[in-house]
């Protein structure tokens, strides 16, 4: 089921001219704080945002972890195939994915990210302009807190062995 018309209800009044966003992940291993960039994809920090001011990402998990890449969450199934029942264009831009940097999953098609995002653990330049990068951690406390989830131990299919669960995502309006 669409969750599009929830989302759109709940970003309605974002004003990106004259205020700035940012996105509390509190999760079992500590709280990330995100840094979201809608100058270079304003659709897909409206879409994250949305999707938090609905409660979507609470009690998600991270379904994949590559030790080095990146820490993956958002999927409703816990399964890396789910989604929010819609997809959103891309919006590949020059930002650099380092360490730290929020960006967007999909899959082999450029406009089909949906509610799958991922944030990187060091430099994967092969993914500039490739992928939407659209947040940065907010400080090194939420770095470190990526970090950790990072070095958690995973199967062979890179899901974590333990439950690294989103308790609750709430969006911060400065």
Do not use: W
Not at 4 to 28: C, I, M, R
Request: hydrophobic letters at 35%; a negative charge; proline letters at 5%.
């Amino acid at each position: 089921m669409s969750k599009k018309a929830d989302v759109d209800a709940a970003v309605a009044d974002l004003d990106f001219e004259n205020k700035t966003y940012q996105l509390e992940l509190d999760t079992s291993e500590g709280k990330i704080l995100l840094n979201l960039d809608p100058t270079h994809a304003p659709g897909h920090c409206k879409n994250m945002i949305g999707l938090a001011k609905i409660g979507f990402y609470d009690g998600l998990i991270f379904h994949r972890i590559i030790e080095g890449f990146m820490i993956q969450g958002g999927c409703p199934e816990g399964s890396g195939m789910g989604g929010p029942g819609y997809q959103i264009p891309a919006e590949f831009n020059a930002t650099p994915h380092v360490a730290g940097t929020l960006s967007m999953a999909r899959s082999q098609s450029p406009d089909s990210a949906g509610s799958q995002f991922f944030i990187c653990l060091g430099t994967q330049s092969f993914l500039d302009n490739q992928y939407t990068a659209f947040g940065q951690t907010a400080d090194d406390a939420s770095m470190a807190v990526v970090a950790k989830i990072g070095g958690v131990s995973t199967n062979a299919s890179d899901r974590p062995d333990e439950d690294v669960t989103i308790n609750k995502a709430t969006v911060i309006e400065k």
